[in-house]
T-cell receptor
Framework: SQTIHQWPATLVQPVGSPLSLECTVE??????LYWYRQAAGRGLQLLFY??????ISSEVPQNLSASRPQDRQFILSSKKLLLSDSGFYLC??????????????FGPGTRLTVT | GENVEQHPSTLSVQEGDSAVIKCTYS??????FPWYKQELGKRPQLIID?????GEKKDQRIAVTLNKTAKHFSLHITETQPEDSAVYFC????????????FGTGTLLAVQP
């Protein structure tokens, strides 16, 4: 069966510090991968998605970036965090293939507080 | 751009009553409509979905209906229980090969014992 991992689970970082969040998927190959941010009490904002190694599409201009160095690894980064970067960061994946390509399954999330 | 509107934003029902959450979407090419349940501090969990080739799908106490002509879809929960209390999100696929979803703004459902 497939599982998705995210770490760290929680993070407190000062303004201006760098950020690296990691997401990995097990038990599948060539998944689509997504990064979402959820502000407190709000909905899900798509930040980046990737259909393959090295292929990243950005949805919202911001000071964040994403990379996909391996098939099942997705990384979210920032060089300098802003207060507005605080939130719950969720990684999601979809199975490959045309039959189930839209079903998205979320990881456990990383709760980031920028102080 | 593409948009999904969700109503109501909050819903309070008595245990045993039914709850209905409604969404409308703008992209006529959307063909996949999932619903997610998110408990406080947890990840969203896919609870039911429907594709554009069917009008209704049911799984025990939850059902989803789709009206493609009107671009409406709804979540129905019958015989609500306190453990149904959570935030529910609808979503619609964005047309094309990107396999992206656009989410509604969420409904906070509170089931009063």
């Amino acid at each position: 069966s497939q599982t998705i991992h995210q770490w760290p689970a929680t993070l407190v970082q000062p303004v201006g510090s760098p950020l690296s969040l990691e997401c990995t998927v097990e038990g599948t190959s060539n998944p689509n991968l997504y990064w979402y941010r959820q502000a407190a009490g709000r909905g899900l904002q798509l930040l980046f998605y990737s259909v393959g190694i090295g292929q990243i599409s950005s949805e919202v201009p911001q000071n964040l970036s994403a990379s996909r160095p391996q098939d099942r690894q997705f990384i979210l980064s920032s060089k300098k965090l802003l207060l507005s970067d605080s939130g719950f960061y969720l990684c999601a994946w979809t199975p490959p293939g045309t039959g189930r390509g839209y079903e998205q399954y979320f990881g456990p999330g990383t709760r980031l507080t920028v102080t | 751009g593409e948009n999904v509107e969700q109503h109501p934003s909050t819903l309070s029902v008595q245990e045993g009553d039914s709850a209905v959450i409604k969404c409308t979407y703008s992209d006529s090419a959307s063909n996949y409509f999932p619903w997610y349940k998110q408990e406080l501090g947890k990840r969203p969990q896919l609870i039911i979905d429907i594709r554009s080739n069917v009008g209704e799908k049911k799984d025990q106490r939850i059902a989803v209906t789709l009206n493609k002509t009107a671009k409406h879809f709804s979540l129905h929960i019958t015989e609500t229980q306190p453990e149904d209390s959570a935030v529910y999100f609808c979503a619609a696929s964005i047309g094309g090969a990107t396999n992206k979803l656009i989410f509604g703004t969420g409904t906070l459902l509170a089931v009063q014992p």
